[in-house]
């Protein structure tokens, strides 16, 4: 019965080692990370006019969830935790509102923490111009405070089918807690 033991333990720590060796050669790549280029990239602006009880005839955002403490005409507290805002926002190739459209924003954001000025973002770019046909769509967290934030871009339709890449989101204008506007660049790794 020693022996066997003797046998067993040489094969476990055999094993053992066998094991460890094989899961730090796939733990460390044996090359850094690769940078790619997109396949496409395009810059868009979006303009947000949150309805504030006065503005029925330009909102193009409501608030349609808030806190008990809250109401659903402006937007609660300090950093508006618990709100909940659906939005049909007009696209533009430039930051002039008034510029024709190319498509629309549609979607919504939470904001998600009581302490920090942030935001959870999903929505879609839908197109249909002479430009694009189609949509992309969009998801992740906001942080409202810093100059750039990227968010996921998670597929697409039509010219954006089964698009993969990065939005790099910055707000580019605000008025109060009525209007802003945000600059979209897409970077776009995957496309069809």
């Not at 066997?4 to 080692?17: E, Y």
């Not at 942080?143 to 697409?156: A, E, Q, Y």
């Not at 089918?161 to 580019?172: E, H, N, P, S």
């Amino acid at each position: 019965m020693g022996a066997h033991t003797k046998v067993s333990s040489a094969l476990l720590l055999l094993l053992l080692l066998l094991l460890i060796s094989i899961s730090t050669s796939t733990a460390t790549p044996s090359r850094g990370i690769k940078h790619r280029r997109p396949c496409k990239r395009l810059v868009f602006y979006f303009h947000d006019i949150i309805y504030n009880g006065q503005n029925s005839h330009n909102a193009t955002a409501a608030i349609v969830g808030a806190p008990a403490w809250a109401n659903t005409t402006i937007l609660a507290g300090k950093n508006h935790f618990g709100d909940l805002v659906v939005f049909d926002d007009p696209i533009t190739l430039d930051n002039n509102l008034h510029s024709t459209p190319v498509g629309r924003a549609q979607g919504f954001y939470i904001y998600d923490k009581k302490d920090i000025f942030t935001a959870w973002i999903g929505f879609s770019f839908v197109f249909n111009s002479t430009h694009h046909k189609g949509s992309i769509n969009f998801a992740g967290a906001d942080p409202l405070m810093n100059k750039t934030r990227d968010i996921s871009v998670i597929g697409g339709t039509g010219d954006f089918f089964m698009a993969r890449g990065i939005a790099t989101l910055m707000t580019d204008a605000f008025e109060g807690e009525v209007y802003f506007r945000l600059r979209v660049d897409v970077k776009l790794y995957e496309c069809w």
